[in-house]
């Protein structure tokens, strides 16, 4: 089964007559109907209009639904083809076209959502009588009638059904890109085996012939890890948008203390929140906090306390980590230095004042106690001894001549192991570099001054999805 995502789906669909929109199941055969007359048109209704009647011309009134999100779409465009009538949706979705010409139109609409969604304007035909007002209901296809018209191109032959959803990390809401996600009957039954796909970069799935009229057992799995199981059982020709989860990262702690920025005395019950978070504390009589539980990811912490102006600062915790920081307090809005952090823990490993002994982390100071015995930076990756860090010599086809030569692939944390190669992404100095491995052959150790090793879910949220195989950063001295 080949994955393929919501951007690389056509963007001129066709579907069966008469496909229902529900939100979450869609229990019709496979057919072939236009985009427009799946998405447009729950009902169109004529009536006398005095201002209509008066000026010889009609009205169109209605609403635009978006049954992706089960809600109506406000700042949705919609035009009478063919004519100067046009509007845009509120935000409760209704809109009204006045002096629209007597005649058979095309009614459409345009919104960023069709965009996002890749999917044509969707339009309909409808005959307006002088004097009348007509009404209509417009609508965004649902996710499943979508999914039913991405899957006709598959073919799948009856007594089959479509399934599709996105894997994210539990704790952060990450996508999870690469992910392997598994459809296979909860019976065991001889000569039916189990489908398998991997997630797009989006963390989506897609499944065009899971086998109907059976309960499927669905299961996200990211290296050893694996997700919750979860159970479906589908209608042949019917279609179904189910998410999974995986618990990929962990929580992490920030701890720290509050100073007087004059006198550097702690300051005794400052309130220390991380928005966006239930997160909450006062400081102890020492200046102390301790907040634990926190997602990994950048926060924005407030601290706030009635002798002093109060201030936000941003900071990163990683998966696992406990982050110890330093915060100053003025009594008046002054230029403050941000705050301070004091310490990085994690995998039992402390760092402080950037002096890095963790796992994941080889200082300069290590670096050097390195050098005489290694040549090359990928000798040097490989005896930081990281968990879930995997260098290998490897055969590749080059993209130009076509022949397999020697290649460097490095792959990061749970996703390591097994055939093939899910390659790291590399960064210098924070700016992700092309071809990594012939870059790692090529760097010169003797100019690295520390190296740090991104797990997936770290990496993405440092440089985002291109890194969703972890990352190798590297900074020069």
């Not at 509120?90 to 965009?115: C, E, I, K, M, N």
């Not at 409808?126 to 007509?134: H, L, N, P, Q, R």
């Not at 402390?350 to 290694?374: H, M, N, W, Y």
Request: include cysteine; hydrophobic fraction near 40%.
């Amino acid at each position: 089964m080949t994955q393929v995502s919501r951007e690389q789906s056509t963007k001129s669909l066709m579907f069966r007559t008469g496909v229902r929109m529900t939100r979450r199941t869609v229990n019709r055969g496979w057919g072939v109907l236009s985009l427009a007359a799946v998405a447009v048109g729950l009902g169109i209704a004529l009536a006398t209009d005095a201002k209509a009647q008066s000026s010889g011309t009609a009205v169109l009134s209605g609403v635009v639904f978006d049954s992706t999100t089960m809600t109506t779409l406000e700042g949705a465009r919609v035009a009478v083809m063919g004519t100067s009538a046009m509007g845009e949706s509120d935000a409760s979705g209704r809109f009204t076209l006045r002096d629209v010409p007597a005649g058979s139109y095309w009614v459409s609409f345009f919104h960023d959502r069709l965009q996002e969604l890749g999917v044509s304007p969707p339009s309909r035909q409808v005959s307006f009588e002088a004097g009348k007002s007509a009404s209509i209901e417009l609508a965004v296809p649902s996710e499943e009638t979508l999914l039913l018209g991405w899957c006709l191109a598959e073919q799948p032959l009856p007594g089959f059904a479509a399934i599709a959803g996105t894997v994210t990390d539990s704790l952060t809401g990450v996508s999870m890109p690469g992910a392997v996600v598994t459809a296979s009957t909860i019976s065991r039954i001889a000569g039916i085996q189990p489908l398998e796909v991997r997630t797009d970069d989006g963390g989506y799935f897609r499944f065009c012939s899971v086998r109907a009229d059976m309960d499927i057992k669905l299961q996200a799995h990211f290296g050893q890890s694996s997700g919750r199981s979860v159970e479906v059982r589908l209608r042949p020709g019917s279609a179904q948008v189910q998410d999974l989860m995986l618990l990929m990262s962990a929580e992490g702690t920030l701890a720290g203390y509050v100073r007087d920025y004059a006198t550097n005395d702690p300051v005794f019950g400052a309130v220390v929140s991380v928005l966006g978070t239930s997160s909450a504390t006062l400081t102890d009589v020492t200046g102390r906090f301790v907040m634990s539980d926190l997602p990994p990811g950048r926060h924005l912490v407030t601290t706030d306390h009635l002798a002093f102006e109060a201030r936000t600062d941003s900071v990163t915790i990683f998966s696992e980590e406990t982050v110890d920081i330093e915060v100053r307090m003025a009594t008046e809005a002054l230029e403050v230095e941000g705050l301070l952090v004091t310490a990085r823990t994690r995998f039992g490993r402390t760092s402080l004042a950037g002096d890095a002994k963790r796992a994941d982390f080889i200082s300069r100071q290590e670096i050097e106690l390195i050098l005489p015995r290694v040549t090359a930076t990928a000798d040097l990756l490989r005896s930081m001894n990281t968990p879930g860090l995997r260098i290998r010599d490897v055969y590749q086809v080059d993209e130009i001549t076509g022949v397999m030569v020697p290649s460097l692939c490095v792959e990061v944390s749970r996703r390591s192991g097994g055939e093939g190669c899910r390659p790291a992404a590399v960064a210098l100095n924070d700016v992700i570099v092309n071809y990594p491995d012939q870059f790692l052959r090529d760097l010169d150790p003797n100019i690295i001054d520390h190296i740090e090793i991104l797990s997936p879910i770290d990496a993405q949220f440092q440089f985002g999805t291109q890194a969703g195989n972890g990352a190798i950063a590297i900074y020069t001295r």
